[in-house]
């Protein structure tokens, strides 16, 4: 009877689930159904009745919950493990697994029906998790941006490449679907787009939120945007960095981390233990060792590898004998060069000693017909070496009187003349080089530039210059993640950290740039590149480098050149439709899934120059002459300063574009 009893309870309970399921799709489908939606009565009704027909049978089941039996009936226990898969209409229910305990009494019978144990449960979360995340894999990752959100900065940005490759928090700002799908992140560099090329008023409240910009894109250059169009549907205002009276270089802000408490705890250790070690260390512990210089492919004389050759015209210091000096003298030495019809030549040649007096400083006739002068780098012309007798023969003599076995020769590297010297001298010396505009290099100039960087990196330790205060570049912090993310480079430009990538292709054209981006994206996780047409529409004709393009001078000054042209709508116009292929052919050339940034940084920077110059001008008069010997014209007064924060303020704002392949 007991066994009956049972059975019968049981096939009570599987059928009374049965039917209410059928009546809750019905309910369902009756309330979802577009026909239904056409006659509501006729579907509430319908639901009414089914949801009353429903209740009764749960109470004709007294306590026992819809279920899904999963497991046998225990005999010695009398328990029944049940999964539930519906909630119980009067709120009895657990949709979410918690356990429960439940008894139905049948002539002195009792039955528990039992829900998952906790480690079932603690299991049964994990699976759940595991199958939410699988269910994204595969698809296509989706950036949604906030409307609630202020305007971007230019550190927002940095926050989400490393966001998007890493495992940071979430970003405020911005939603990311199927996240962990996407393994690669382009970040394109455009300087000379802005807010007014688009047509966006920046005094409107609502220009600081993602804009629908292909409405605003109806007149002007900003048409001959094509494919930009089917690529990005928004847009959004960003903001560079700074303060009142300049732009902190929007590069330098965008591909630098800051560091964490730990990391910057670790790097003061490390640093305090170099500078430790400096006061231990002489000028020749920073010289090349001999493994470097062939790396780098210097001769080699032959004291320092037995097998090493001379290439012909090539001569060497002889080797002195006996103990050496107490402390070695620093020589600096830098060099001017023409291109001949037998390759780069030499054409003067400067050396400073150790207080940057001048030892030497001659012009030479390069042995072979000159073809090109390189005027603006070199500083050459006809006419200053007409009548120079002196060869190189003549200046390598000379040479081996000045320079000696124990003298330590200090200089810059050919490949990054006019680049990383003229950074590293302002930033760290505070002193602008090579400002000679068409009249080219002081190669004196540049030859004390580097002895002062010796001797400052020689004061200071081996640390000193690894890392810009607390923080990192970007390329070091993805390769710091768990799965180490590599980066490339696709720009001739100078930054800080740029040496850190993985790998650096110095494009000097836009189709250089992409090409590059097509190669390394195939090869790493992060590509930075810049692509320049759009220069000419901030006023800039030249592709000479300076040190505030990318971070000397903290306010993206630059040398303070005049601006060489203001560029016709056409000039413009052609410059967009060059950006708009560019970057579809970069766009087209991506692996699915691949994050694309495309940023000017910030927006036109000449009102705040041409403000900038005026007040430098007023500082130098005012050291020398009271304010009353100033003509008006020249002063810089309260009102000018005004003038200069609100250039400043304009010059800040910036556009940024957002999309997944």
């Known amino acids: 009877m007991a066994k009956d009893r049972k059975r019968t309870l049981r096939d009570q309970n599987r059928r009374t689930a049965e039917v209410a399921a059928i009546l809750r799709t019905t309910a369902s489908s009756d309330n979802e159904d577009p026909q239904g939606r056409q006659d509501s009565s006729r579907s509430n009704k319908n639901a009414d009745t089914n949801d009353s027909i429903l209740l009764e049978l749960e109470r004709t089941a007294e306590t026992v919950t819809t279920a899904t039996v999963t497991s046998v009936i225990q005999p010695t226990s009398h328990i029944v493990s049940v999964e539930n898969d519906t909630q119980d209409s009067r709120g009895e229910g657990d949709s979410n697994g918690r356990q429960k305990r439940r008894k139905v009494e049948d002539d002195g019978e009792v039955f528990h029906t039992k829900g998952p144990s906790k480690t079932e449960r603690r299991l049964m979360k994990k699976e759940a998790k595991k199958a939410k995340k699988s269910e994204g894999l595969g698809g296509k990752p989706c950036i949604m941006l906030s409307r609630s959100h202020t305007k971007l900065g230019i550190k927002d940005l940095r926050d989400l490449v490393v966001y998007l490759l890493t495992d940071t928090k979430v970003l405020p700002w911005i939603m990311v679907k199927n996240k962990f799908n996407v393994t690669k992140v382009v970040v394109v560099y455009v300087p000379g787009l802005d807010p007014q090329l688009f047509n966006i008023d920046l005094e409107n409240p609502e220009s600081i939120k993602p804009i629908a910009w292909t409405q605003m894109a109806t007149a002007g250059p900003a048409t001959e945007f094509r494919h930009m169009k089917a690529f990005f549907d928004v847009m959004n205002v960003m903001r560079a960095g700074g303060d009142k009276v300049r732009i902190h270089p929007p590069v330098d802000t965008l591909l630098n981390v800051p560091l964490s408490n730990s990391e910057r705890h670790k790097k003061a250790e490390e640093m305090k233990q170099k500078r430790l070690a400096a006061a231990t260390l002489k000028a020749e512990n920073y010289m090349l060792e001999a493994d470097e210089l062939r790396e780098l492919e210097f001769p080699l004389p032959t004291y320092l590898d037995p097998t090493a050759k001379l290439r012909s015209g090539w001569i060497e210091t002889p080797k002195t004998t006996g103990a050496p000096p107490i402390a070695r003298k620093l020589i600096a030495m830098d060099c001017e060069m023409v291109r001949t019809t037998a390759g780069s030549e030499v054409t003067r040649i400067s050396l400073v000693d150790e207080e940057g007096r001048v030892l030497y400083d001659e012009l030479v006739m390069p042995d072979n017909a000159i073809v090109d002068y390189l005027t603006p780098y ?55 080089i090579q400002e000679g505009g068409d009249n080219g290099h002081d190669s004196i100039e540049d030859a004390r530039a580097c002895l002062d960087l010796a001797k400052l990196k020689i004061k200071e330790g081996p640390g000193f210059g690894e890392y810009n205060q607390d923080q990192e570049p970007i390329f070091t912090r993805l390769a710091r993640h768990q799965t180490k993310r590599t980066s490339a480079v696709v720009d001739d430009a100078p930054f800080l950290g740029k040496l850190t990538a993985d790998a650096i292709v110095e494009a000097a054209t836009d189709t250089e740039v992409v090409e590059g981006v097509s190669k390394m994206i195939q090869e790493h996780n992060f590509v930075w590149a810049r692509l320049r047409a759009m220069e000419i529409n901030h006023g800039r004709t030249a592709r000479t480098p300076t040190a505030a393009e990318d971070g000397g001078n903290g306010d993206d000054e630059g040398k303070a050149t005049p601006l060489k042209i203001e560029a016709t709508e056409e000039q413009i116009r052609e410059a967009v439709r060059s950006i708009d292929d560019s970057i579809a052919a970069i766009v087209e050339s991506l692996p699915a899934h691949t994050a694309v940034i495309v940023t000017s940084g910030q927006g036109d920077p000449r009102e705040m120059r041409r403000m900038q110059a005026r007040q430098k001008a007023f500082q130098k008069l005012y050291n020398t002459l009271s304010l009353s010997a100033i003509a008006k014209e020249d002063q810089f007064l309260d009102e000018d300063h005004k003038m200069l924060e609100l250039a400043v303020e304009r010059a800040k704002n910036g556009v940024c574009f957002f999309m997944v392949k």
């Open 378 to 432: 070199s500083g050459m012309t006809e006419e200053r070496l007409r009548g120079v007798k002196t060869k190189l023969a003549d200046v390598q003599r000379k040479l081996q009187e000045v320079v000696t076995y124990d003298t330590i020769l200090v200089g810059h590297s050919l490949e990054n003349d006019m680049k990383v010297l003229q950074w590293l001298a302002y930033k760290w010396l505070d002193r602008r």
